[in-house]
Nanobody
Framework: QFRLTESGGASVQNGGSLTLFCEATGYTFTVGWFRQAPGKEREGVAV???????AYADSVKGRFTISRDSAKSTLDLQMNSLKPEDTAMYYCAASNKWSAGLLPTDFNWWGQGTQVTVTN
């Protein structure tokens, strides 16, 4: 069974940095990070495809960087200049679509999530 396990969530101050990690039991075409804040819908943060192309939500462009190590089946999300509005549960997800974008409905497998809290 394909499984994803996130780690790295923490509470950080406004302007701080944090790296999230995801380990997968297998390999798929597209992997990505999503987040969901209380009372809000799950939204795409960043995805990276098998050809190494990436897509980012406008709200995180220039601050977050997604990377993957295909040999190790790991996925990282480097987050800099964090803001209180980045506070959410962050999920790692995988898709069997070659060119999946930031839509949660494009993704087939999900981790349990890791909490990121940014305080003032």
């Amino acid at each position: 069974q394909f499984r994803l396990t996130e780690s790295g969530g923490a509470s950080v101050q406004n302007g701080g940095s944090l790296t999230l990690f995801c380990e997968a039991t297998g390999y798929t075409f597209t992997v990505g990070w999503f987040r969901q804040a209380p009372g809000k819908e799950r939204e795409g943060v960043a995805v990276i495809r098998r050809d190494s192309t990436t897509a980012y939500a406008d709200s995180v462009k220039g601050r977050f960087t997604i990377s993957r190590d295909s040999a190790k089946s790991t996925l990282d999300l480097q987050m800099n200049s964090l803001k209180p509005e980045d506070t959410a549960m962050y999920y790692c997800a995988a898709s069997n679509k070659w060119s999946a974008g930031l839509l949660p409905t494009d993704f087939n497998w999900w981790g349990q999530g890791t909490q990121v809290t940014v305080t003032n």
